[in-house]
């Protein structure tokens, strides 16, 4: 009985002990914290909690870019270790200062090789609207949900080129791969953001500022935590606390919860490889596999490259091509124009076959429409990852401490009527023929070292959609959709996965 009373001091003893830290380090933080000079939401001062709830919701994104940055400016505070920047010369003084292994297999050169695998692709995306239109008959149009048959596209690309063969997401409309990765993009986010805004500790802040995969370790189990330390010396990844953090909050448990099935259906993908003889199928997975060979690489080390491209590749490119479309369908005038471009250049060239990507790299107002339509929409709607900076540092005026996150918002600097004029907001691809143009200002892809690898990739793949598409097809805005619902967990994407057009061959 006694030593049960004992227990239940020390338990009280202890959780008053945590209470008051938390109530002196929280005080500290409001007067004297590294970010309390910043202007910024009030309970920013002493916790990320809003920023966290938001986060898990996908609804960050919306919180940060429509109410707090116009509130507060060029910098601000956004939690209690986190600044956010929009303003061009801190943008580049952070961003841009180790290649990783994977670059060779996203060269130019490299991605030329891939341009027939991603070309079938978008063949079965012309077919499918194509008979939809059919199948619609006597009516010459068919309402065709566009947002999806992008997103399905750019999944079955990845397939073909990273996975060893479609998903046939555009035959079949689904496939339980791409779901189950795609399901723990929102695990991650749980965990990443407990990593970086509660503050663990300052060496896992600070890695994992400028890594990703920081979650691995806590979203899978055993299998991982055998694997642990060659993980986390060859990938950068930060250290396994979250395994101790599931069992400090069991409630967290359904977001570490994984059947494994990504990892079983990766692991046969690679074996098969292995064992085929004879000359192997050119694609990145091949590419990941001859890498590993020389530098070592665990089946798991492989395992989660070739599942990253499905989360880094294929929402973002979606996300890009759906909204340049959209841009054009709500602005028949720029279309018009585009179209003209494409007819000029290809008048001798059938609407129903793809043309050279090399033709189209050189289209300027092909590219010029692109360009606008990631201004306005970029990918990294909620910020994106930020940057430790090591040291006190003054960059364009601006005092940042040292330990403090700075998050770049690239949809702020996108959309700052200081760099691109009072018509910021609009659909205008002529801005980038502009001489003084904000390149600056501008940053799809992110920049410096930890930019976007895939960028030559995805240049290729929204060229040959939007080109093929709009060669063969005449599309129509249905206006009173929303195209504001927008969820951000790690990529963004339409809440409802629908946005539905109105499409005619074009005679
Ligand atoms: C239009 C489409 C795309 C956009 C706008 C885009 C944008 C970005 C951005 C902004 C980042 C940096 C993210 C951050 O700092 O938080 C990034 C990273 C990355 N992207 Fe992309 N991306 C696209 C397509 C792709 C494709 C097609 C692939 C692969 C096939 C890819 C692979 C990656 C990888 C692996 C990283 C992480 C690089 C690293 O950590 O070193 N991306 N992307």
Not at 98 to 113: D, G, H, M, N
Not at 357 to 381: F, S
Not at 406 to 423: D, K, M, P, Q, T
Not at 424 to 442: K, L, N, Q, S, T
Request: proline share 5%; aromatic share 12%.
């Amino acid at each position: 009985m006694e030593i049960h009373v004992e227990i239940t001091k020390a338990i009280g003893l202890a959780f008053a002990v945590i209470i008051l830290r938390y109530v002196i380090q929280t005080i500290y933080n409001v007067f004297y914290g590294p970010v309390s000079n910043f202007p910024g939401p009030k309970i920013s001062l002493w916790s990320s909690l809003p920023s966290f709830v938001k986060a898990v919701r996908g609804q960050r994104w919306r919180w940060v870019q429509l109410e707090l940055s116009p509130k507060y400016g060029k910098v601000w505070r956004q939690a209690p270790n986190v600044l956010f920047v929009a303003d061009k010369h801190i943008a580049k003084e952070i961003i841009i200062n180790k290649r990783r292994l994977l670059s060779p297999a996203f060269s130019v050169k490299y991605i030329r090789s891939l341009e027939p695998l991603i070309a079938k692709c978008v063949r079965e995306l012309t077919e499918n609207i194509s008979s939809a239109i059919k199948e619609n008959a006597p009516n010459e149009e068919a309402v065709i949900n566009i947002y999806k048959l992008i997103c399905h596209t750019t999944l079955d690309a990845i397939g073909e080129t990273a996975f060893g063969g479609s998903f046939n997401m555009i035959q079949n409309g689904n496939h339980p791969l791409p779901g189950e990765v795609m399901r723990e993009t929102s695990r991650r986010i749980v965990t990443q953001h407990m990593q970086l805004q509660d503050g663990l500790s300052k060496e896992v802040q600070m890695k994992s500022s400028n890594i990703r995969h920081t979650t691995l370790l806590y979203m899978r189990t055993d299998f991982e935590w055998a694997h642990a330390n060659s993980l986390i010396s060859k990938l950068h990844i930060t250290h396994c606390c979250f395994h101790k953090q599931r069992n400090l909050f069991p409630i967290l448990k359904p977001f570490a919860k994984s059947n494994g099935y990504t990892y079983e259906f990766s692991k046969n993908l690679i074996d098969k490889r292995r064992q085929e003889t004879g000359t192997k199928r050119k694609d990145i997975l091949q590419i990941i596999l001859d890498a590993g060979e020389k530098k070592e690489l665990s089946d798991i080390d492989i395992y989660e490259q070739i599942s990253e491209f499905i989360i880094a590749g294929s929402d973002t490119t979606s996300f890009s091509t759906f909204f340049t479309i959209l841009m054009l369908v709500k602005n028949p005038d720029k279309l018009d124009k585009l179209m003209d471009e494409l007819d000029k250049e290809f008048y001798d060239l059938p609407r129903d076959e793809i043309p050279d990507h090399d033709r189209l790299k050189t289209l300027p107002y092909l590219n010029a429409v692109i360009n606008e339509a990631m201004r306005l929409w970029p990918i990294t709607l909620d910020g994106g990852s930020g940057r430790v900076v090591p040291e006190d540092t003054i960059i364009n005026g601006v005092f940042f401490p040292k330990d403090v996150l700075i998050v770049v918002n690239f949809y702020a600097l996108h959309r700052s009527s200081e760099y691109w004029g009072e018509n910021v907001d609009e659909f205008v691809p002529e801005r980038w023929f502009e001489p003084d143009v904000p390149r600056d200002a501008f940053y799809p892809f992110s920049a410096g070292s930890r930019n976007c690898i895939g960028q030559n990739f995805a240049w290729l793949e929204m060229r040959l959609i939007i080109v093929s598409l709009f060669r063969r097809f005449r599309f129509e805005d249905i206006p009173g959709q929303d195209h504001w619902d927008i969820e951000q967990y790690l990529t963004p994407s339409l809440a409802k996965n629908e946005y539905n057009i109105r499409a005619s061959i074009r005679s």
